[in-house]
């Protein structure tokens, strides 16, 4: 169900307000922001998980917040106040054995693995390096079983 009336505000008859759109976006933003641990990153939502370990994944992790907090800034719609640059590369190695991935084989996942952690990575700065690395995660995935964005 998508809307419960014990979980959720009830719809309001309130005209579009650009203005009124930006300020919740925005107070969204610094409330994620406040959350943020270098150490923890974000906290997983208690009915996600039992287990206070940082995630990391783009599905349900660190990747995925450091993307939609970065998107929002790109698009105008908000101002962060912090850098996460610095937590996107090393979340690769803590991943994998999140993940337990182990070795180093290629972990070409996008949603759970390498894949969209790289993609972040150049996003804040491409480089040849990353690009061949995204290229090889890639050809390594392209005969994945599952054949889904999950685990494929």
């Known amino acids: 169900m998508l809307f419960s009336e014990d979980r959720h505000e009830p719809v309001s008859a309130l ?13 969204i933003v610094d409330d994620t922001e406040r959350r ?11 009915l996600d998980s039992k287990d206070p370990s940082p995630a990391y994944p783009l ?40 993940m337990e991935h182990n070795g180093d084989s290629p972990f070409g996942s996008y949603m759970m693995g390498d894949t969209s952690i790289r993609l972040l990575s150049y996003w804040y700065n491409p480089s040849e390096e990353t690009a061949l690395e995204l290229a090889r995660l ?14 494929g």
């Open 15 to 27: 005209p579009w307000d650009e203005g009124r759109a930006r300020q919740a976006i925005q107070k």
């Open 36 to 46: 943020f641990s270098p150490t923890t990153l974000w906290p997983m939502h208690p």
């Open 59 to 98: 599905y349900m992790g660190a990747c995925g917040v450091i993307w939609a907090l970065r998107y929002l800034q790109a698009q105008g719609a908000a101002s962060l106040s912090k850098d996460y640059e610095p937590f996107v590369l090393s979340s690769l190695g803590p991943n994998r054995v999140a």
């Open 138 to 151: 890639i050809r390594a995935n392209v005969d994945h079983p599952t054949r889904e964005l999950m685990w």
